[in-house]
């Protein structure tokens, strides 16, 4: 009996949970204000800034989407706060209490040609290959 070297993966098997990074995540989440410098490493490349509350981000996301067309959408703008607050009304948990998205701001993308920042990135905990803390 012989047995099978080529066995399929479930692919519907959930990733391993980084605890550590998790524990960063409910540091955050837990100190309104907080703000950790970390560098992740992703199947996209390398993003740097800083770790803070997914309603911090929430936050300065809405600041960000305001200033980039005040003018033409200003109807729909006058709306955006609610909406921000209605989704950020008791965090971002999954149903096994572990956050499955994680908040960055003042953001730089270490793995593209020049200079690319961005006031705020917002990925998935699944994506994240790699991380430390601190800047580059």
Do not use: K, Y
């Amino acid at each position: 009996m012989t047995e099978d070297r080529h066995q399929t993966v479930d692919e519907t098997l959930a990733p391993a949970v980084d605890a550590h990074l998790e524990i960063l995540l409910r540091m955050v989440e837990a100190q309104p204000g907080a703000r950790m410098a970390i560098c992740l490493t992703t199947r996209s490349g390398v993003v740097a800034g800083h770790l803070v509350a997914a309603r911090t981000w929430a936050e300065r996301w809405e600041e960000t989407v305001r200033q980039a067309d005040e003018q033409r959408q200003a109807e729909v703008m006058a709306h955006l706060p609610q909406m921000v607050q209605s989704t950020q009304l008791h965090g971002e948990t999954s149903e096994n209490g572990l956050h499955p998205f994680l908040h960055l701001v003042d953001v730089t993308f270490m793995s593209v040609p020049g200079s690319l920042t961005s006031p705020v990135w917002r990925g998935r905990v699944s994506d994240v290959c790699g991380w430390s803390l601190g800047t580059v």
